[in-house]
């Protein structure tokens, strides 16, 4: 602190800059390009044409008539891919809700040696390769897969059971590779926990449900806040999971995305559809950090 | 606490939802590993041992190709991403809070947040307009958007170690007048280095399992060991795509442990 070098806050900046300089050019300055490129024009081939047009935005929910370009109509391809995104989204979040919250709780209460190891267990799919963990789930429910394989052997079924490309597999797949995600926050939630309160509880007769409903839930409702909003942030940005596990007709946001990029060659229209995608995970995440404000604000009075 | 003939901590049905989850999460990585030593082609059929997958997925000469590509991409992102993160780690926990600290947090934590997609596409048109204007379509472009992502998960353990240590011991360093990069070298960078070990181990983790956004960034030839198996899981699946995956999953389960261990000593 007596050098020159370390008086005001300059120095800090100098050793942020390397870091920042890289982050603008290759993760954050992108977004602002994006921006841009939603209103611009098609090119022919993919890429754009430098020309201001709303066409991109427009047709991120609406549709012309190909004949009558005057005629509107809501795009409903596009309103059923947005539908199935948080619709398929929100049943993940509530799936691993309630397999991580026992889950958690199971953690929370064995004994600290052993603690580790089991939260040792849920981390390790957390760090494993989503596509290898994807790949898993694609195995296990293919036609020819280790469920129908098994279940035909049995006698059970005589054909397979059509699992992959359905929004179910889907779902799965989601619910399986984002689970981690729930059980984490909810555990870091349940080890503050004061236990006591749920003795108390208990010596004043009241029963497992209540206990559950008046003491522990209120407790550990900041990581199951946490947790959803870990959940749904990356299912809504899905893209991999549905990319394997369900096919054209099962498609969500990230993959219309995608499309546009591909065979679509629609630059501006997927570039806004990022942008859409994009403001929905900025929204869940200002009413979480909302939500986590108005708890402290209570919790000080 | 528990020590009650009425447990407190027990809830009827919790274990037994907490025993299928940890079944359900394992059962299909353990059914995957499992039919990598298939002697047979099937993956849900057993047909007796064998290695043949691994031997096959050896002889691969594409396998071999976008292993190396992916490895050492990881390497060299990683290592990057640690340099970037320890520097700025010191700049934002050293002699405390100043005017644009939240701004530097919000773009360091930027990448955590937005969809890969999103960034996927992004780092699509940037690199399509540089490519346009300069022609060149080296790795330089995977590179820096690797580094870019792994900075967040090098910064988060480097800060934590940073935050840990006592500040007496770089001003006693001060006080036997040692220039600040005399303190800097031998009293905090000896100290920091499990922090920085773990950033480049998680960097290296990740950089090793981001799949979208290669996906977007490679040009032709530029597919690392993910992008290639996104690709091969379109056609018909063989074991050796399970004997890969295998190898993966042990590479990164070594580095996870190994991250473990280091960060569980810092504990103590």
Redesign the interface.
């Known amino acids: 602190?007596?050098?020159p070098?370390?008086r005001g806050?300059g120095?800090?900046?100098?050793?942020?800059a390397?870091?920042?300089t890289?982050?603008?050019?290759?993760?954050?300055?992108?977004?602002l390009?994006?921006l841009v490129?939603s209103f611009l024009s098609p090119g022919n081939m993919g890429?754009v044409v430098w020309e201001f047009s709303t066409e991109g935005w427009f047709r991120v929910f609406f549709r012309r008539d190909i004949f009558e370009p005057d005629l509107v109509t809501w795009n409903q391809a596009h309103l059923a891919v947005f539908w199935r995104s948080i619709w398929l989204s929100l049943q993940t979040t509530l799936i691993c809700a309630f397999?991580?919250f026992?889950?958690a709780?199971?953690?929370a209460?064995r004994p600290p040696s052993t603690r580790t190891v089991w939260l040792?267990?849920?981390?390790?799919?957390f760090?494993?390769?989503?596509?290898?963990?994807t790949?898993?789930?694609?195995?296990?429910i293919?036609n020819?897969?280790?469920i129908?394989?098994?279940l035909m052997r049995l006698g059970v079924i005589d054909s397979p059971i059509q699992m992959m490309f359905t929004d179910f597999a889907v779902l799965l797949g989601m619910a399986?590779v984002f689970?981690p995600l729930m059980v984490l926050p909810l555990y870091a939630a349940m080890e503050k926990m004061d236990?006591?309160l749920?003795?108390a509880g208990?010596d004043l007769y009241a029963s497992?449900l209540m206990?559950?409903w008046h003491v522990i839930l209120p407790q550990v409702k900041p990581g199951f806040i946490a947790g959803s909003i870990l959940v749904f942030?990356?299912a809504?940005?899905a893209?991999?999971t549905p990319?394997?596990l369900g096919g054209g007709r099962t498609m969500m946001l990230?993959n219309l995305?995608?499309l546009q990029?591909g065979q679509g060659r629609n630059?501006p229209l997927?570039?806004a559809l990022?942008m859409l995608?994009?403001v929905v995970?900025?929204g869940a995440?200002v009413l979480y950090l909302r939500a986590v404000n108005r708890m402290e604000g209570a919790r000080r009075g | 606490m528990a020590e009650k003939g009425y447990s407190v901590r027990r809830l009827p049905g919790f274990g037994l939802i907490a025993v299928l989850t940890f079944t359900m999460l394992y059962l299909p990585i353990v059914i995957l590993v499992f039919f990598s030593f298939n002697a047979g082609p099937s993956q849900a059929v057993w047909d007796g041992f064998s290695l043949q997958w691994y031997e096959a997925a050896f002889q691969n000469r594409q396998v071999r190709e976008v292993s190396i590509r992916s490895l050492w991409l990881a390497a060299t992102a990683a290592s990057f991403a640690t340099v970037l993160a320890t520097l700025a780690a010191l700049g934002t926990t050293r002699g405390g809070r100043f005017p644009g600290q939240t701004m530097i947090y919000a773009l360091i934590n930027q990448p955590l947040m937005v969809p890969e997609i999103v960034t996927g596409i992004a780092l699509l048109i940037f690199v399509a307009a540089i490519k346009v204007q300069t022609g060149y379509t080296g790795m330089g472009y995977l590179v820096a958007a690797h580094t870019a992502f792994c900075i967040p998960f090098a910064y988060l353990p480097i800060r934590a170690r940073l935050e840990t240590l006592d500040p007496a011991l770089e001003a006693a360093a001060a006080d036997l007048y040692a220039s600040p990069v005399q303190a800097f070298f031998s009293i905090t960078l000896p100290l920091l280095v499990p922090g920085i070990v773990a950033g480049f181990m998680l960097g290296f983790v990740i950089s090793l399992d981001t799949v979208v956004i290669t996906e977007f960034v490679k040009s032709a030839g530029q597919d690392t060991l993910p992008t290639y198996m996104l690709g091969q899981l379109r056609r018909t699946v063989t074991p050796e795509m399970n004997a890969i995956a295998t190898l993966f999953l042990a590479l990164s389960l070594i580095i996870v442990t190994a991250f473990f261990l280091i960060t569980r000593t810092r504990g103590r």
Request: overall charge positive; charged content about 10%; some cysteine.
């Open positions: 602190m007596r050098a070098l370390f806050h120095w800090k900046w100098l050793l942020c390397p870091a920042l890289v982050l603008l050019l290759a993760a954050s300055g992108p977004l390009i994006v490129y890429g397999l991580g026992p889950t709780w199971f953690i209460t040792f267990l849920i981390t390790i799919p760090w494993t390769n989503l596509l290898i963990r790949f898993a789930i694609q195995e296990v293919r020819n897969g280790t129908n394989t098994v399986y689970l236990f006591r749920v003795e208990y497992r206990v559950l942030i990356p809504i940005g893209y991999v990319r394997v990230g995305i995608a990029f630059w997927g570039a990022a995608m994009l995970v900025v995440l």
